[in-house]
């Protein structure tokens, strides 16, 4: 029988293209009276994240718990908007979703199916089949139950930092009643400084989750951290003629 075919990986360019570059530009440079104006300004930045959610779906036939949060939070943006209620709403909005994926992560690390599995100790990343082989032939099955709680903890510590630092960023720049241009363009400036001012932050905190989940896996199976990772593939070298 052969090989099941590799499962599809995201595209993180375009990722990043569909869900801050192109919203961020409608939202800053095409929402003016002149162009779409703000409420279709709104509505053609929604679409971009939204269409690349539908077609990610459809490509790797998968949905979890982040991207659930990810559309619902698209939405939220849509309808605050429509309703055109007061700044300090979207900046609840903006720290509601990473509060809550923060939240299910420390959760869920106490859990049988810690959404920690899914973030970083995934199956695409690392040899997930060799690692649990070698801990149960070890018996450190608990050992490593206990790993993955504290890596959820510190994994879902990002996720509430980042939740803080949403909410005074947007208290900070949406200033603007909703629905007008000028509104469209701090939440542009928002989704912009996001990156320096949040993203990178919540990232050095879950690279240390993960740099202590790849410490603890070290530990408890002897392997190297090269070897804890899917083996690369290597090329056979082409014949040469005689």
């Known amino acids: 029988m052969p090989p099941p075919p590799p499962k599809a990986k995201e595209n993180l360019f375009l990722n990043l293209i569909c869900n801050l570059a192109l919203p961020t530009l409608v939202l800053t440079k095409l929402s003016g009276e002149r162009t779409l104006g703000p409420g279709w300004g709104m509505i053609v930045a929604l679409a971009f994240p939204v269409g690349y959610g539908l077609y990610d779906y459809r490509r790797r036939r998968r949905a979890n718990f982040i991207s659930i949060l990810g559309f619902v939070s698209v939405l939220l943006t849509g309808g605050l908007n429509f309703l055109k209620v007061g700044g300090f709403w979207f900046a609840v909005k903006e720290a509601g979703v990473p509060l809550a994926i923060g939240a299910a992560v420390i959760l869920s690390g106490r859990t049988k199916t810690p959404l920690v599995r899914e973030m970083i100790y995934s199956e695409q990343l690392m040899d997930v089949n060799r690692i649990n082989a070698i801990l149960a032939a070890r018996g450190n099955e608990s050992a490593f139950a206990r790993l993955l709680a504290r890596a959820s903890f510190w994994l879902g510590g990002g996720f509430v930092m980042s939740a803080a630092l949403n909410f005074g960023l947007a208290r900070y720049l949406l200033k603007s009643p909703p629905g007008t241009t000028e509104f469209n363009a701090e939440l542009g400036r928002m989704h912009m400084l996001s990156w320096p001012v949040i993203v990178v932050p919540s990232m050095i905190v879950m690279m240390l989750a993960f740099w202590k989940l790849l410490s603890g896996l070290k530990g408890l ?15 056979e070298p082409a014949a040469t003629k005689p």
């Open 221 to 235: 199976t002897g392997l190297t951290t090269d070897e804890l990772f899917h083996p690369m593939e290597k090329k």
